[in-house]
């Protein structure tokens, strides 16, 4: 019987199966017994795979197939671009430069020799024609502009002798550390290449500083002039026999208002500097902008001490009810300004605006001196005179720092020795800083008086400022420094206030 199952034929298979489902009918039929149906010995046949199965299983070999080959079609391209494009690309790009060997010859640094035979040569002579050409369409430079050119290339041809750059002094490199990026100057070596365009000076599109430093100082003086409040008479004398000055306070004129009705009730403090204690005042004339004064007041001071006082006016309006409001104030310098203070002299000043009334911080003398071949500045400090005093003791511990800054930054400071308990102390110590002379138009000096205090902060008297960028007589001592090299240049300056001198400036300084 298994070998019918095995014959396959399609009739045999369905007679087979038409007796195996009457052999499992229950009851079976009629004539059909169980042992009958046993010795057929009916088996199920075995599946053999299917041609679907088949076709399955051939295609997922031919994805298979398929997709390595893709893959090694892929590695095949990558090491051929590698091995084989890349090279012939860069020989590609690096063949035009062969081509051209004059322009070769002038963007590769080279010695000065070789440059010299090079631009001997006729042909790169012909190139630089060439290259001064704008285009064939636009019209070409001038001949004399190109005969001017080659001239100056045949005399670079002739100047074979080696030039070398100073050497840089080692005491100057710490200064160039601390300069900022921008500020550092390379050396640049002009005998290895063309000479640039730029080198010929021309006067057309260049920018005048003189023009727009005049108009900023007519800005300044139109500022001073509308910060004036008025004005104010007043004469001096001096007393010989009782050894006083006599100040007599006559009037003002043109005072602003300022009370809400339009008018003002003024008066004035006298002050002769730096004595502060001594302070004398009018009386208060109310609701007037001419008041008329007329009031003499005594100062006890020896001859001798006139030279170095100050007269100090300070004009106020009279609130009865708050805090008085400061009209301006009136500093004479020089008592001797008008006279020789035998005779009573009147005499008329500007009321300057002022918010609060300015305190006289005191002066400093030193001197500076410049040495430009050893590239050495030298502050002396020599003395300082009235200072404020700082100490309970109505004395002051002074000391003077100076710092060097460049562009709003500090790069040095050195400091003098602390006198004790002095308002006018002697110092003559030198401070020395080296700058190289092209970075003196970059840098100015901080001179600060301190007090020292031995317990906290050290606090400060007063600041002054020389250099470029300074005003007044700050900026006329660096440049009379400048003018006169290796001669050391004194000068008394007045202290001011921190927030005053750096109006621009860095808070931090």
Request: aromatic letters at 8%.
């Amino acid at each position: 019987m298994n070998g019918v199952w095995e014959a396959g034929e399609p009739r045999c298979q369905a007679a087979l199966a038409v007796l195996a489902s009457l052999c499992r009918a229950r009851p079976p039929p009629l004539g059909l017994d169980v042992e009958t149906c046993r010795s057929f010995e009916l088996e199920p046949p075995e599946r053999s795979p299917s041609a679907a199965d088949a076709g399955t299983s051939v295609s997922l070999l031919t994805v298979v197939v398929i997709v390595c080959g893709v893959a090694l079609v892929a590695v095949f391209l990558f090491l051929f671009w590698k091995l084989c494009w890349m090279p012939w690309r860069n020989k590609e790009a690096s063949s035009p430069s062969s081509a051209n060997p004059s322009l070769e010859a002038l963007q590769s640094p080279s010695p000065r020799g070789n440059m010299a035979d090079k631009l001997k040569d006729p042909n790169t002579l012909g190139f630089l024609e060439a290259a001064v050409k704008i285009s064939h369409t636009s019209p070409d430079i001038p001949a004399e502009v190109q005969r001017s050119v080659k001239e100056h290339i045949m005399r670079h041809t002739r100047l074979q002798r080696q030039t070398t750059e100073p050497a840089s002094s080692t005491r100057h490199t710490s200064f160039k550390r601390h300069l900022p990026r921008q500020m550092h100057v390379s050396s640049v070596d002009y005998g290895n290449e063309l000479p640039p365009a730029a080198e010929q000076p021309t006067s057309i599109g260049r920018i005048k500083p003189e023009l727009y430093k005049q108009k900023s100082v007519d800005g300044d003086e139109a500022k001073t002039e509308a910060k004036t409040c008025g004005k104010i008479n007043f004469s001096l004398r001096y007393d010989y026999e009782n050894e006083t000055l006599i100040v007599h306070i006559l009037k003002a004129f043109d005072l602003p208002a300022k009370d809400f009705c339009g008018s003002s009730d003024p008066y004035v403090k006298i002050y002769l500097l730096p004595d502060r204690k001594c302070k004398l005042q009018t009386r208060v004339h109310r609701k007037t902008l001419n008041p008329t004064f007329d009031e003499n007041f005594h100062f006890p001071v020896p001859y001798e001490e006139l030279a170095d006082r100050k007269l100090h006016l300070s004009v106020f309006d009279f609130d009865r009810f708050s805090r008085h409001d400061m009209i301006g104030e009136v500093i004479l310098d020089n008592l001797f300004e008008a006279s020789d203070l035998s005779q009573e002299t009147s005499i008329w000043k500007d009321i300057q605006y002022a918010t609060s009334e300015s305190v006289d911080l005191g002066e400093i003398m030193f001197s500076l001196c410049y040495l430009p071949t050893a590239g050495r500045l030298t502050l002396t400090v020599i003395k300082c005179r009235n200072l404020k005093a700082m100490d309970i003791t109505g004395y002051s511990d002074p000391y003077v720092k100076v710092s060097l800054l460049c562009d709003g930054r500090r790069l040095k400071k050195k400091k003098t020795t602390i006198k004790k308990n002095t308002l006018n102390p002697v110092y003559n110590e030198a401070i020395i800083f080296d700058i190289p002379p092209e970075n003196m138009d970059q840098v100015s000096l901080l001179i600060s008086v301190m007090d020292y205090d031995r317990v906290g902060h050290n606090e400060i008297i007063g600041v002054c400022r020389v250099g470029i960028n300074a005003e007044g007589l700050g900026r006329d001592h660096w440049n009379e420094m400048l003018a006169y090299p290796r001669k050391p240049i004194a000068h008394w300056h007045s202290l001011v206030e921190v927030k005053k001198s750096f109006k621009e400036g860095n808070p931090r300084l």
